[in-house]
């Protein structure tokens, strides 16, 4: 199975039940060897031979394949908590009748019938405090705004409809319904009186994209009568790095299995996004928050530094704060150390006819709205490190396609240049390695593209390495 967020949660919880497992019995000895006079020092010092750890290491593997066997570990985003439960009492009674078949069979007279319903209680007790906690903590999360992704509902049919009513009755999925595409509005009466989704027809699409947080797409339309609808839609969804979900009922599959109340499994996705439903994106997050919160404390002698001379040496704020686009079109501030006067966006669009860059992006070589320290600071790339905060609250990442204005993002002309919005933008990537600002735009897109397409974590170590060079260098900086 390929590594993805659901199968990550899968071994996540696997993870937690072998650990509940191993503390329900160690629970179960202490509360069965107490009573008999021994002292917890003694109960410590207890020798327990190889054999007994390769027989505990067996009997963890073997009830580990049965709450397998139990369904434990299918997707049960749908399962109500008091389902799961009887689950989890029933798995886990299995596993205490194997533990009381297998010390009856190896002559452990501490495990008796008490000893495994004890077990029984103890280890249901602990899983289903673990299912509750992180039901509890996902749905708060998601309430939020946190860990929320924004789906789009292809067709107005009545599997659309009841797709859309499951959506909005469970917050704890982590979903919000941006809308419905379709030219016949016929069943959606409902969520429009609720004033918490948008719609738009087929025609209007491509506009809808362009300007609307979207992150998934469900296709619910009859394809043989809707195919052209359809292609239309999985083509503007690649090209804007949309991750696309299908109605399996629709290619009428008899063989596979369908689980009503599992939403991935009845909208599997097709994502043309590479690194951001991946395992390795949890490394690629882990090197983020694990690197900024290293470099912030590190060069904070080189923040006040650099605070205290650009106060000293113009008006205005120590940092410039600018909105931009980020994830699939979320929008962020971004933060830089102010290399500019403080009406320095007033004061572009007369410099557009000095503007030396190709496309949406405006550059001057000789830019006069930068002061003295500003130069300095940007041809060092002193003035990028307060990103480092945006990094850290998780709007950027340390490698990734440059953060664009909303003013650039609105000026772009093509929609597969959009597709740079399908991963989180960055402080460093190919651009900023390869020439930076002497590289025209089209072919700047073209770099972005290929890091999307060619990402791993060994391309952002890589980049990473080869950004101080390019840095000390000052190619292109300015």
Sequence with gaps: MPWNRRSFMRYLAALFDITALAASLLITLVVFSFPRGMTF?????????????????????????????????????????????????????????????????????????????????????IM???????????????????NTRHILIVGTNQRAIDFGRRLLMNPQLGYHLVGFVDDDWDGTEHFQTTGHVRCCTFPELRGFLRTSVVDEAAIYLPLRSYYEHAAELVALCEEHGIAIRFDPRLFNSRRRRHHGEDLEESAPALSPVGPYDTFPALIKRSLDIGISSVLLLLLSPLFSLVGILIKLTSRGPVFFRQTRMGLNKRTFTMYKFRTMVENAEQLQDRLLPMNEMSGPAFKIRSDPRITPLGRILRKTSIDELPQLFNVLT??????????????????????????RFCVKPGITCLWQVRGRNSIPFEQWMELDMQYIDTWSIWLDLKILMQTVPAVLRGTGAG
Excluded at 129 to 143: D, E, K, T
């Design 41 to 125: 020092a003694g109960f410590v010092a207890m020798r327990i031979g190889l054999g007994n750890c390769l027989l505990f290491a067996f009997l963890l593997f073997v009830w580990h394949a049965v709450f397998i066997a139990c369904g434990l570990y299918l997707s049960q985003r749908l399962t109500t908590l008091r389902m799961q439960s009887l689950e989890i009492v029933k798995a886990s009674a299995l596993a205490a009748f194997l533990l009381l078949a297998m010390g009856l069979s190896f002559h452990f007279r501490v495990v008796t019938l008490r000893f495994a319903g004890l077990f029984w209680v103890s280890t249901a007790a």
């Design 128 to 146: 289903i405090a673990g299912r509750f906690a992180a039901r509890g903590i996902l749905l708060a999360l998601r309430r939020r705004g946190i």
């Design 394 to 419: 998780g709007d950027m990442s340390l490698v990734g396609p440059r953060a664009m204005s909303l003013r650039d993002y609105q000026l772009f002309e093509v929609d597969w240049q959009r597709r």
